[in-house]
């Protein structure tokens, strides 16, 4: 079973950046389309970004199109999301997520193993 750990979440002002980054451990990481999503307050859990196995393809939501970046590390079995120009609707808990296949996918049913999350706050 893998297990995921975010990290790198702060609170930032409007226009700075951030990079989160996510670590797996157990598990077959180098295997495995990896995703982003993020959850604001009082709002349902939406895709932010998703990469394949070996990072070959990438998308986004159309929310963040241009200013955030999915990457991925198998050799340290680690994925980062680099957050660039960021808005104050950014501000969520951003979780990883590892999924069973190699492809991506922007639904959250579809990914089988979830981090505990990592707070981004960004004031106007």
């Known amino acids: 079973q893998v297990q995921l750990v975010e990290s790198g979440g702060g609170l930032v002002q409007a226009g700075d950046s951030l990079r989160l980054s996510c670590t797996a451990s157990r598990g077959t990481f180098s295997s495995y389309a990896m995703g982003w999503f993020r959850q604001a307050p009082g709002k349902e859990r939406e895709f932010v970004s998703g990469i394949s196995w070996r990072g070959g393809t990438t998308r986004y939501a159309d929310s963040v199109k241009g200013r955030f970046t999915i990457s991925r590390d198998n050799a340290k079995n680690t994925v980062y999301l680099q957050m660039n120009s960021l808005k104050p609707e950014d501000t969520a808990v951003y979780y990883c997520?590892?999924?069973?296949?190699?492809?991506?996918?922007?639904?959250?049913?579809?990914?089988?193993?979830w981090g505990q999350g990592t707070r981004v706050t960004v004031s106007s």
């Open positions: 997520a590892s999924r069973r296949a190699t492809t991506t996918s922007d639904s959250a049913n579809e990914y089988a193993y």
